[in-house]
């Protein structure tokens, strides 16, 4: 059957009543120089068998962390992950379950994104949080938003030092609301300077991430003393990484308003670049902001305990235009996967595990310095760091790619001003002989 099996005379009908008369007059308003003009250049088709030989040559020019070393983080970070965990997560009643659109009888699924909500809370140290977004980057900008929301200003502050990629979905967003993104230098030591905050008018929002891009840990005591100078004007803290609040202390104890980031570490493998998991709290005062869902516990009439769908503020419920937000769905399955891996780690089992990266990131830099790398920042860092190394050094970084090993990701794409400058990045994935090797190759 073909992809559109339309006769020719369902196409004739369905134009008549659009009134047009030819397929292409559906396309006028795609300015010409955008359409194609030739037909596509595929290849002549090919059996099954053929086609599975050819998608397992494609996926072998892919380098996967099995075969390959890499010192890479950059928002998406290799851990391990439970067999419990893989075992549970494909069951039918989790891996088939979508958004509960009648929730009273979804039971299974709602308690899962409820327990999910609460170990979030924990985490993050904030009153309240939403049933999961897509990812961190559009959880940042919804974050975003709704302090627009809450405060009425105009315009929102970001630092610097926050995940290039993030910064440009942020911009996409707030690309056509007229709001105006301001942005915060990151110092010497690769954090955020709040005291260029004096020199800006009066913001909805400051969003700084802990630990950042680099992967210093931000001040954010500090920061949001500094930025609460202001009483009308929201902290967010943003993160890509929320392992690292296994070992610091939660954003929403250091005043933080609103904490989102990416829960990708918590039992989802990195998978090519997604799915990811949107982590979103906030403190209780916000709540009828929040952007999604909010799934809360309660009794019926014979006390028998219930999970509902306690607030839906999007615009296929209640909200309808003036919805918070138009995020559609949850991410459920990656939120269960996630509330899986908590509970299998524990409180001590988070904390320990923290630890652990943060000494094999540090062993990693320590010995750079001790084979006469430079370190630039000299803040303390979780999982990351940046590294100075010679001029040409992109050659060595080509080799290695060749013998499997990516030896960090250069900034200067991002960051102009860094040139010559690697993110490296260990977890406890990353071995003491792997990592003994790339301070061979790397160092002078």
Not at 164 to 190: C, E, I, K, M
Not at 260 to 280: A, D, H, K, T, V
Request: hydrophobic share 40%.
């Amino acid at each position: 059957m073909r992809y559109l099996p339309h006769t020719s005379a369902n196409i004739a009908t369905m134009l008549e009543t659009v009134g047009v008369r030819h397929l292409d007059e559906l396309h006028a308003m795609i300015p010409e120089d955008c359409r194609r003009k030739t037909p596509m250049d595929l290849p002549a088709p090919i059996s099954e068998w053929e086609l599975n030989a050819h998608m397992d040559e494609l996926a072998g020019t892919n380098a996967v962390p099995s075969g390959c070393k890499v010192f890479i983080g950059a928002g998406a970070y290799d851990h391990f992950i439970p067999a419990s965990l893989s075992a549970l997560i494909a069951r039918g009643e989790f891996s088939t379950a979508y958004t509960p659109y009648q929730p009273e009888i979804s039971q299974g699924t709602l308690q899962a994104i409820y327990e999910y909500q609460t170990y979030v809370t924990r985490l993050l140290g904030l009153e309240v949080a939403n049933a999961s977004m897509y990812d961190g980057a559009s959880a940042l900008a919804e974050a975003l938003l709704m302090a627009v929301r809450i405060t009425k200003r105009k315009s929102v502050v970001l630092s610097a030092a926050i995940h290039p990629h993030y910064r440009q979905v942020v911009n996409t967003y707030f690309a056509p609301t007229g709001y105006d993104v301001h942005l915060l230098p990151y110092g010497s030591d690769g954090r955020t300077d709040f005291d260029s905050l004096a020199d800006l008018a009066p913001t909805a929002a400051v969003a700084v991430q802990s630990p950042n891009f680099f992967g210093c840990i931000e001040d954010l005591g500090g920061g949001g003393a500094a930025v609460h100078r202001d009483p009308g004007t929201l902290f967010i803290t943003a993160f890509t990484e929320p392992l690292a609040y296994g070992l610091l202390k939660s954003p929403g104890t250091l005043g933080a308003d609103i904490a989102c980031g990416e829960g990708q570490s918590f039992g989802i493998p990195r998978s090519f670049g997604g799915p990811g998991l949107g982590m979103f709290a906030t403190r209780q005062a916000y709540v009828r902001n929040l952007p999604g869902r909010l799934v809360g516990k309660t009794q019926d009439r014979e006390g028998r305990r219930g999970f509902v769908l306690t607030l839906a503020t999007r615009e296929q419920h209640i909200r309808r235009a003036r919805a918070t937000s138009n995020i559609c769905s949850n991410q459920s399955l990656c939120a269960t996967a996630s509330v899986m891996y908590l509970a299998s780690l524990g409180g001590s089992g988070i904390r320990s595990l923290a630890a652990l990266n943060h000494d094999k990131a540090e062993y990693l830099k320590q010995c750079f310095k001790k084979g006469g790398v430079s370190i630039p920042f000299e803040s303390p860092t979780f999982n990351e760091f940046v590294a100075r190394l010679p001029q040409g050094f992109e050659k060595t970084h080509r080799r290695l790619l060749g013998e499997n090993i990516v030896a960090g990701l250069h900034l200067e794409r991002f960051y102009p001003e860094l040139r010559d400058h690697y993110l490296f990045c260990a977890t406890e994935t990353s071995a003491k002989a792997d990592m003994d090797r790339l301070v061979e190759e790397v160092c002078p």
